[in-house]
C-alpha cells in the first residue's frame, strides 16, 4: 500500500476509533485527541486535572480500543521501584527468577505520579526512554508500543515530590483537563447511574499501531515548517537573541532541542489525522501549547503577576 493510501486508511481508522471511545467518554475531545496524537507520534503524556475527571477511565478506553495491554500503577510515598519493575526471586529450584511488574504492559498508567519519592520516579525514565528496563543486571526489552501516561494531581501539594525538569522533559504532551461543561456532566450523569454498561471493542493490533507510527515519521516536511518548529523553542529561551520581550521578563529556562523534535512529529500526526500529506505551520501551533508548557520553567515575577505558560507561548507565534 502507498503512504497515500495509508494516510487515507488512517483518517478513516482514527475517525472510528473516536467514535469507539465516546461510547464511554463525554465530551474532553481535546484531550482525547492530544493523548491519540502523542500514542501515534510514539510519545508519553501527563495528564494534569483535579480529581474526578475521569482520567484513569479515559486511559483504561483508549486502551481498550486500541486493543493494548493495560497496567495501572498507583504511586504512593512507599512505592519501591521493585514494585514497578519487578524483582528477581529464588524458586523450588534455588534458581533465582525474575517476576516482571506492572511496567510490563503496552498502556502504562502512572497515577499520581508526583506522590512518589524520586528513586521511584526515576524507575520509569529508562523505560520511557529506552523502551527497556535494567533488574539484577539483566536488560529486559519492553513489547512495543509502548507508552507512559501520568496523572498528576494540581491541588494538595502537601507531601508530593514535584517532578524534575529532565523527566518532564520525557513527556511529549502535558495536557490539562478541565472540569465538563453543563451539558456534559448532564450527559456524564445520566450514563454513569444507570445499570448499562458499554462494551469498548479493540479496532487495532499492536502491530498496527507501530506501522502507524511508522507511517507518520515518513510524511515529509517542508523546510520552511522545521525552522518555524526550531525558531518557536529558540524563542523560549531567555539568553536567546530571539527570545520575546515576554520570555526575557517572566521565564528562567526555556525549551530544549526534545521539544523541536516532538513539534514535528505532533504536527505530523496532527497533519494526518486531517488527511493532510505533510504538516505546514497551523499543525505546530496546534500542539504547541501541549508540547511547551511543562518544558518553560517561570520565575517568581511570573508567579506574581499571574503570568501563565499559554500566554507567554501564544506570544511566540
Same mark, same amino acid.
Given at each position: 500500500?502507498?503512504?497515500?493510501?495509508?494516510?487515507?486508511?488512517?483518517?478513516?481508522?482514527?475517525?472510528?476509533?473516536?467514535?469507539?471511545?465516546?461510547?464511554?467518554?463525554?465530551? /474532553?475531545?481535546?484531550? @482525547?485527541?492530544?493523548?491519540?496524537?502523542?500514542?501515534?507520534?510514539?510519545?508519553?503524556?501527563?495528564?494534569?486535572? @483535579?480529581?474526578?475527571?475521569?482520567?484513569?477511565?479515559?486511559?483504561?478506553?483508549?486502551?481498550?480500543?486500541?486493543?493494548?495491554?493495560?497496567?495501572?500503577?498507583?504511586?504512593?510515598?512507599?512505592? $519501591?521501584?521493585?514494585?514497578?519493575?519487578?524483582?528477581?526471586?529464588?524458586? =523450588?529450584?534455588?534458581?533465582?527468577?525474575?517476576?516482571?511488574?506492572?511496567?510490563?504492559?503496552?498502556?502504562?498508567?502512572?497515577?499520581?505520579? #508526583?506522590?512518589?519519592?524520586?528513586?521511584?520516579?526515576?524507575?520509569?525514565?529508562?523505560? $520511557?526512554?529506552?523502551?527497556?528496563?535494567?533488574?539484577?543486571?539483566?536488560?529486559?526489552?519492553?513489547?512495543?508500543?509502548?507508552?507512559?501516561?501520568?496523572?498528576?494531581?494540581?491541588?494538595?501539594?502537601?507531601?508530593?515530590?514535584?517532578?524534575?525538569?529532565?523527566?518532564?522533559?520525557?513527556?511529549?504532551?502535558?495536557?490539562?483537563? #478541565?472540569?465538563?461543561?453543563?451539558?456534559?456532566?448532564?450527559?456524564?450523569?445520566?450514563?454513569?447511574?444507570?445499570?448499562?454498561?458499554?462494551?469498548?471493542?479493540?479496532?487495532?493490533?499492536?502491530?498496527?499501531?507501530?506501522?502507524? /507510527?511508522?507511517?507518520?515519521?515518513?510524511?515529509?516536511?517542508?523546510?520552511?515548517?522545521?525552522?518555524?518548529?526550531?525558531? $518557536?523553542?529558540?524563542?523560549?529561551?531567555?539568553?536567546?537573541?530571539?527570545?520575546?520581550?515576554?520570555?526575557?521578563?517572566?521565564?528562567?529556562?526555556?525549551?530544549?532541542?526534545?521539544?523541536?523534535?516532538?513539534?514535528?512529529?505532533?504536527?505530523?500526526?496532527?497533519?494526518?489525522?486531517?488527511?493532510?500529506?505533510?504538516?505546514?505551520?497551523? #499543525?505546530? /501551533?496546534?500542539?504547541?501549547?501541549?508540547?511547551?508548557?511543562?518544558?518553560?520553567?517561570?520565575?517568581?515575577?511570573? =508567579?506574581?503577576?499571574?503570568?501563565?505558560?499559554?500566554?507567554?507561548?501564544?506570544?511566540?507565534?
Amino acid at each position: 500500500m502507498s503512504d497515500v493510501a495509508a494516510v487515507n486508511q488512517f483518517v478513516k481508522r482514527y475517525k472510528d476509533l473516536k467514535t469507539e471511545i465516546a461510547k464511554v467518554i463525554v465530551g /474532553q475531545e481535546d484531550v @482525547v485527541n492530544q493523548i491519540l496524537i502523542s500514542i501515534f507520534s510514539g510519545g508519553h503524556s501527563l495528564l494534569i486535572g @483535579v480529581p474526578g475527571l475521569a482520567k484513569t477511565l479515559m486511559v483504561n478506553t483508549i486502551a481498550q480500543a486500541l486493543g493494548l495491554d493495560f497496567k495501572r500503577i498507583q504511586f504512593t510515598p512507599d512505592l $519501591m521501584p521493585s514494585d514497578i519493575l519487578g524483582s528477581e526471586i529464588l524458586d =523450588e529450584d534455588r534458581h533465582f527468577k525474575f517476576i516482571k511488574g506492572p511496567v510490563f504492559a503496552n498502556i502504562i498508567l502512572a497515577d499520581e505520579i #508526583n506522590r512518589t519519592p524520586p528513586k521511584t520516579q526515576a524507575a520509569l525514565l529508562e523505560a $520511557m526512554q529506552e523502551r527497556a528496563v535494567t533488574v539484577a543486571g539483566h536488560h529486559y526489552k519492553l513489547d512495543l508500543p509502548y507508552f507512559v501516561l501520568a496523572t498528576q494531581n494540581p491541588i494538595e501539594q502537601e507531601g508530593t515530590y514535584p517532578l524534575p525538569e529532565a523527566q518532564l522533559d520525557r513527556f511529549m504532551f502535558a495536557v490539562n483537563l #478541565n472540569y465538563p461543561s453543563f451539558n456534559e456532566e448532564v450527559e456524564v450523569v445520566k450514563a454513569t447511574t444507570t445499570d448499562q454498561q458499554s462494551k469498548i471493542n479493540a479496532l487495532f493490533t499492536a502491530k498496527e499501531i507501530v506501522d502507524f /507510527q511508522h507511517l507518520i515519521r515518513r510524511i515529509p516536511v517542508a523546510d520552511n515548517v522545521i525552522e518555524y518548529a526550531v525558531t $518557536m523553542v529558540g524563542k523560549t529561551r531567555p539568553d536567546s537573541k530571539a527570545a520575546t520581550d515576554l520570555v526575557k521578563t517572566y521565564i528562567d529556562w526555556g525549551a530544549g532541542p526534545r521539544a523541536s523534535q516532538n513539534l514535528i512529529l505532533a504536527a505530523k500526526t496532527h497533519a494526518a489525522i486531517h488527511g493532510k500529506f505533510s504538516p505546514d505551520i497551523e #499543525n505546530v /501551533q496546534a500542539v504547541a501549547h501541549s508540547i511547551l508548557r511543562h518544558r518553560i520553567i517561570k520565575n517568581y515575577k511570573a =508567579e506574581a503577576e499571574g503570568i501563565t505558560e499559554e500566554q507567554i507561548i501564544k506570544d511566540l507565534f
